[in-house]
């Protein structure tokens, strides 16, 4: 639906429109993988987890002790990390990865950012690992996590682009829709049915100021068409021992496959 139309229909049928938003919001749409991404994939270990009424995809490549959780973003999957994968297993280290509720070969239904935290946060201490790399929206899951599971300790986290406040997502959403802002404010009241705060409190900015990792590095180009660097030099500004690099030339995506990229991720984990 064109936006001006959409528009016309929020003064019309506001409710509807709200409907129309939330399910944007907690239906992902996920793309198909690359030939060398399936492959990837395809080497793993593989378990099914029960996950409230989902089953949830778990991959698994065998290494050494040193082991390290991928968290992928939304409308992401596992198969996105397989260039990090392939040189992670040359440094021998142990791989967990998983796809989300209703994200790659997991099975489908509506979701939400709050099923995304609770599993990432029952799989790091399923996994126990003191290594994460998390991409885009993969980092307000793991963050919010940790912030909820103050007992959980990461030695290195290396965040590739991430969001800062819930909020923005969804201006996005209503953005790249046209809803109104009367409509933006009728769905974040729905949203805010479902959980036990306000969305103007779930920033990143504010879940790193208390959550406990060691050393942390947050990489984000420069011309990210999808999550402006601001929202990342945000949280590297609230975070302490937290390690900023702006890159150029990767975009939103291909940052997961940019080998000066994966050199330094491997350097900083080292």
């Known amino acids: 639906m064109k936006k001006t139309v959409i528009k016309i229909l929020c003064n019309l049928f506001p409710n509807q429109i709200v409907n129309f938003a939330y399910n944007q919001l907690t239906n992902p749409q996920i793309k198909k993988l690359r030939e060398n991404e399936l492959e990837i994939l395809n080497q793993a270990e593989k378990e099914i987890l029960k996950f409230k009424n989902f089953d949830v995809q778990l991959y698994k490549w065998q290494g050494g002790t040193n082991s390290i959780l991928l968290i992928h973003g939304w409308e992401g999957q596992a198969g996105n990390f397989s260039d990090i994968i392939q040189e992670l297993i040359k440094e021998n280290y142990t791989i967990f990865a998983f796809d989300a509720p209703s994200h790659g070969f997991s099975s489908k239904g509506r979701t939400s950012l709050f099923d995304f935290t609770e599993l990432v946060g029952i799989l790091i201490e399923r996994f126990k690992v003191k290594h994460l790399i998390s991409h885009s929206f993969g980092g307000v899951a793991t ?33 790249r829709v046209g809803i109104t802002e009367k409509v933006k404010n009728k769905l974040i009241k729905r949203l805010e049915k479902e ?66 990229v994966i050199k330094k991720i491997l350097f900083f984990l080292k």
């Open 195 to 260: 959980i036990p705060f306000k969305i103007q409190d779930l920033n990143v900015s504010n879940f790193v100021k208390v959550i406990k990792v060691e050393k942390s590095l947050i990489i984000h180009d420069k011309n990210d068409k999808i999550i402006p660097i601001q929202r990342s030099k945000n949280v590297a500004n609230n975070w302490k021992n937290c390690e900023f690099m702006e890159v150029e030339g990767t975009g939103h995506m291909k940052i997961l496959r940019t080998n000066f």
């Open 143 to 175: 963050t919010y996590a940790l912030f909820n599971n103050q007992n959980l300790t990461i030695e290195k986290y290396v965040l590739l682009t991430t969001p800062d406040m819930f909020s923005e997502r969804i201006d996005d959403v209503s953005q």
